[in-house]
């Protein structure tokens, strides 16, 4: 992999083969012991997020009231089941991205988009700070149209306010959600086992109007 320009997504033909088994978790989440292998339970809906590196990322999500469980893992590119080691080299194409199930009669997928855009600089292409790889990448992966309709008006209306402050284009990627691959159980919900952890959020102090 040396040489390997991180900073590009790969080809499907350029991309880590990858394998065939999932990867082997507990599926207990650190902190509310649910399941974070389930289905989201009925009448939930559940968005797939990348902002960065995902231990930060994941707290974010799991505090905020209305939000059920959340999971860390890999999306977005081609290698299945890859590991950290994988993703890093930048050449499965994999953002880091927190899986998140939600009681929309508790939290709306409005809500959780105002904390991402808000939490992180989503102008900075294949990279959050001093995170330099196209694993830290700005992505929202959507389950239907309707959460596509509902990520596309809040990037314009984010994109709208970065402007009015001098800030630069949003690179967010929007997309469906082909595949989900659950990381390391290491990295689940790492900032409760490790609360002195990295944690690279920084946003651009640019308040969302959703």
């Not at 390997?4 to 790969?10: A, I, K, L, W």
């Given at each position: ?11 499907a ?53 209305g ?27 994999h ?6 199930i ?12 105002r ?18 790889g ?5 992505v ?8 596509r ?31 989900f ?15 002195m ?14």
């Open positions: 992999m040396f040489g390997y320009d991180r900073t590009r997504m790969p080809s033909e350029e991309a880590l083969a990858g394998r065939d088994t999932p990867m082997n978790i507990s599926g207990v989440h650190h902190i509310n012991d649910r399941d974070i292998s389930s289905p989201p339970p009925e009448g939930f809906d559940e968005i797939v997020l990348g902002l960065g590196c995902f231990w930060g990322a994941e707290r974010l999500f799991w505090e905020l009231p939000v059920w469980v959340t999971a860390v893992g890999y999306a977005g590119g081609y290698t299945p089941n890859p590991t950290y080691d994988e993703v890093c080299t930048g050449k499965t194409g953002a880091e991205v927190v899986r998140v939600f009681n929309p009669a508790e939290i709306s997928l409005e809500e959780l988009l904390t991402f855009w808000e939490a992180h600089d989503p102008t900075q292409g294949m990279r959050q700070g001093n995170d330099i196209n694993e830290y990448r700005s929202i992966l959507v389950r239907n149209e309707q959460q309709d509902i990520a596309r008006q809040s990037l314009e209306e984010y994109e709208q306010a970065l402007k009015q402050s001098g800030k630069g284009e949003i690179t967010t990627q929007i997309a469906s959600l082909e595949a691959y659950y990381a390391e159980e290491y990295h689940q919900q790492y900032l409760s086992k490790n609360p952890g990295y944690c690279g959020l920084k946003g651009t102090g640019v308040s969302c109007p959703i």
